[in-house]
């Protein structure tokens, strides 16, 4: 079973930055891409990153471009996600997910394995 595990979140200020990560364990040859989400407390959870899981290529959702990357350290199997220029609009709870369905890129549905979420607030 893949298992997919999130650390790094935590509190930051405005401006400030943050590195969440995404380590994946099992079967994870069968894995075609990593992705990124958020759930904003009364909000519905959105799409914020994605990587094909070799690394390239990415995908970032238009309100994070120029803020935010992700990337991927082959010899650990984990991905990351960089934000920068953090934004109290930015507070929420990030997932990572990961889809075994060989297309680019995956539509939401198409992931199958979550992590438990980290909790990332932002103040102003």
């Known amino acids: 079973q893949v298992q997919l595990v999130e650390s790094g979140g935590g509190l930051a200020q405005a401006g400030g930055s943050l590195r969440l990560s995404c380590r994946a364990s099992?079967?994870?040859?069968?894995?075609?891409?990593l992705g990124w989400f958020r759930q904003a407390p009364g909000k519905e959870r959105e799409f914020v990153a994605a990587s094909s899981w070799s690394g390239t290529p990415t995908q970032l959702v238009e309100f994070v471009k120029g803020r935010f990357t992700i990337s991927r350290d082959n010899a650990e199997n984990t991905f990351y996600l960089q934000m920068n220029s953090l934004k109290p609009e930015d507070t929420a709870v990030y997932y990572c997910?990961?889809?075994?369905?060989?297309?680019?890129?995956?539509?939401?549905?198409?992931?199958?394995?979550w992590g438990q979420g980290t909790q990332v607030a932002v103040s102003s």
């Open positions: 099992g079967p994870t040859y069968k894995l075609y891409a």
């Open positions: 997910a990961a889809s075994g369905v060989a297309s680019w890129p995956p539509l939401p549905y198409e992931y199958d394995y």
